[in-house]
């Protein structure tokens, strides 16, 4: 961990927040069990640590996208389904020693399984079966599902848990392809084979368990709500804020009106500034787009990102705050504070799963409270 006196920025992590989305996101769907997605290191912010959080809140079904995090987060989790979404890679030894449960993606998944499952384990190994709706990603494409009644002897030699499928379009709750996927989920479903037929249903991550019960079904897969994005993007965010990004304050300077600031002169002082250099960049996580776009917050007041962002640095203009809250060593929020990070994410022109997994090694992490 580096200290924060060496480090350009804190990065503080509420895992009480974390744990109170995890129980609001239960609260939807209180007939429903609420798993947690924890792939890409728990989007950005420690799967172990996230993962132990969510355990102590309740969660007991965990998704991560591939093998080497689920023999990760096995370390911290021990008794509990770690679900591979990215399906079978390698040759399975993995996903045997660590108790891994792929979700079997094509029919090629199914029949490398199996084999592993008779030849290798010489037992039957726990999979979801993941079928494609509509989102033409991972799952058994439904040009391949009739072929699944050819696969009977390959399918009982597997434990399935569960049958799932993603939405592609859950953050528009009026998209009409959220229906279509949720009738080709039921279509898909009756036209199972019959040992398949029964098993629990996996189909909403984050916005689809707030488009209602036609899509919490058995297990839900949130992950970015978890981590306090918001969503139901056209309506009040229902998460609490986990992430507080703050820079370091390196220099502040009083710039005469007219002066360059930063790479490409990009921005140029229309009075008398006190420019602030921040010790946060690019390289951190913190997109170089956003210079001259975005605003940061000290105090609670916002305050314009001027001029381009460096790999190591960015300026803000703090004319107009009050100096004793703004010197050398104070800190300046990014994201938090006041500044949403679904704001930030949408400023950048992009989604708050990029920043969130984007957020660099060179914080100082502070994990604050617990479930
Ligand atoms: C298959 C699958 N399920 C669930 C999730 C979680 O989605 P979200 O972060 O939107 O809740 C993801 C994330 O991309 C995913 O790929």
């Known amino acids: 961990m580096i200290n924060s006196e060496l480090a350009g920025g804190i990065l503080d992590i ?3 927040a ?13 007939a429903s069990e609420c798993g947690g997605v924890v792939k890409a290191d728990g989007y950005g912010l420690g799967a172990g640590i996230v993962g132990q959080t969510l355990y102590d809140a309740g969660c007991r079904t965990f998704f991560v996208a591939l093998p080497a995090e689920g023999a990760k987060l096995r370390q911290v989790l021990p008794n509990v389904p770690i679900i591979i979404l990215n399906g079978f890679f ?6 045997l020693e660590h108790g891994l449960t792929p979700a079997l993606g094509s029919l090629d998944d199914i029949v490398r399984w199996s084999d592993f499952c008779t030849k290798t384990a010489k037992q039957k190994l726990p999979a979801y079966l993941h079928v494609d709706t509509g989102i033409s990603r991972l799952g058994i494409p439904p040009h391949d599902l009739p072929k ?9 030699a597997i434990d399935f848990k569960a049958v799932m499928t993603h939405l592609a379009c859950a ?17 898909v479903l009756n036209a199972l084979p019959r040992n398949l037929k029964n098993l629990p249903r996996s189909f909403a991550n984050s916005s689809g368990i707030f488009l209602g019960p036609d899509y919490q079904r058995d297990i839900m897969r949130p992950g970015v709500a978890l981590y306090g994005a918001n969503p139901t993007p056209d309506k009040p965010n229902p998460m609490q804020d986990v992430i507080e990004l703050k820079g370091k304050i390196m220099q502040v300077d009083t710039l005469d009106k007219g002066t360059t600031v ?3 002169s990009a921005y140029v002082t229309s009075r008398k500034e006190r420019i602030a250099k921040i010790a946060i960049g690019y390289a951190d996580g913190y997109p170089r787009n956003l210079g001259g776009i975005a605003t940061a917050a000290i105090g ?8 381009r962002i460096s790999m190591d640095m960015l300026t803000v203009d703090l004319t107009d705050i009050d100096e004793e809250i703004s010197r050398v060593g104070d800190y300046v929020h990014l994201i938090g504070g006041g500044v949403p990070l679904d704001e930030v994410a949408k400023a950048a022109g992009t989604i708050p799963y990029e920043i969130l997994t984007s957020l660099g090694h060179r914080y100082h992490r502070n994990y604050l409270g617990g479930a």
């Open 14 to 16: 509420n895992l009480s």
């Open 18 to 30: 974390l744990a109170e989305n995890y129980r609001i996101l239960c609260a939807q769907a209180p």
């Open 90 to 95: 390698g040759d399975g030894s993995l996903y």
């Open 148 to 156: 699944l009644q050819e696969l009977a002897t390959q399918i009982e």
């Open 171 to 187: 953050d528009e709750p009026g998209h009409d392809m959220n229906e279509t996927q949720c009738q080709n989920f039921d279509d």
């Open 262 to 264: 930063g790479y490409g």
């Open 300 to 307: 609670g007041k916002r305050v314009p990102v001027v001029g």
